[in-house]
């Protein structure tokens, strides 16, 4: 059972560019939650999603974010305009129930605007 | 919302030593307690979970946690590190009215040196 797959590993926007973060849960989870790392940070939560829906986006920034987790396909992370200050680590963690007791985490996306 | 302290930014140790790094919450009420651990430039392995029952938890690679509600703490113990054990290490909690979204702590640099 392969664990929460996120892509790109790293990736490298200029100012103003668009950046999507994707995100495929494990087998059989179909909630997926959202987190940003920001340097010398701990994790803040940003969005939670389950399957077409959004739970709970009370850690996402209102302009310029977005995120979705459609019926088929991976969960995305979408940023449009980015800025300097969404150089982070961008980090999914997915659950086979609604419960953080059983969340699972990727190895991050690590977004790098110049 | 709840608020995680982890004191220590970075903890120095020699191998073979014990060591103990502190973490501790904002809530008065029942929470669920965890430990990651963030090898560099890899996501989030859970080390150990706080769910209910003894306060004493045993996760991987010989660390132990030990529950205090009084206190409002939960500090992550190992009797003895190896050089293995150098990574960052963060605290999270969930939140008491929402089990869908964990509150991370700054986290802890262990620096194991031989």
């Known amino acids: 059972n392969a664990g929460v797959m996120q892509n790109p590993r790293h990736l490298v926007r200029r100012r103003g560019q668009e950046a999507r973060l994707r995100c495929s849960p494990m087998k059989g989870h179909s909630h997926v939650y959202w987190y940003r790392q920001l340097p010398e940070e701990g994790l803040k939560f940003m969005v939670y999603?389950?399957?077409?829906?959004?739970?709970?986006e009370s850690g996402m920034p209102k302009e310029r974010f977005s995120a979705e987790f459609p019926k088929e396909g991976p969960s995305i992370l979408r940023i449009q305009q980015v800025v300097r200050g969404d150089s982070a680590a961008y980090f999914c963690?997915?659950?086979?129930?609604?419960?953080?007791?059983?969340?699972?985490f990727g190895q991050g996306t690590r977004l790098t605007v110049v | 919302a709840q608020s995680v302290t982890q004191l220590d930014s970075q903890v120095p140790v020699f191998e073979e030593a014990p060591v103990e790094l502190r973490c501790n919450y904002s809530s008065s009420v029942s929470v669920y307690l965890f430990w990651y651990v963030q090898y560099p430039n890899q996501g989030l392995q859970l080390l150990l979970k706080y769910l209910s029952g003894s306060t004493l938890v045993k996760g991987i690679n010989g660390f132990e946690a030990e529950f205090n509600k009084s206190q409002t703490s939960f500090h992550l113990r190992k009797p003895s590190v190896h050089i293995s054990d150098t990574a960052e290490y963060f605290c999270?909690?969930?939140?008491?009215?929402?089990?869908?979204?964990?509150?991370f702590g700054s986290g802890t640099k262990l620096n194991v040196k031989p």
């Open positions: 999270a909690v969930s939140d008491p009215g929402n089990f869908n979204k964990f509150y």
């Open positions: 963690a997915s659950s086979p129930t609604g419960m953080n007791t059983e969340a699972f």
């Open positions: 999603l389950q399957k077409e829906n959004i739970i709970d």
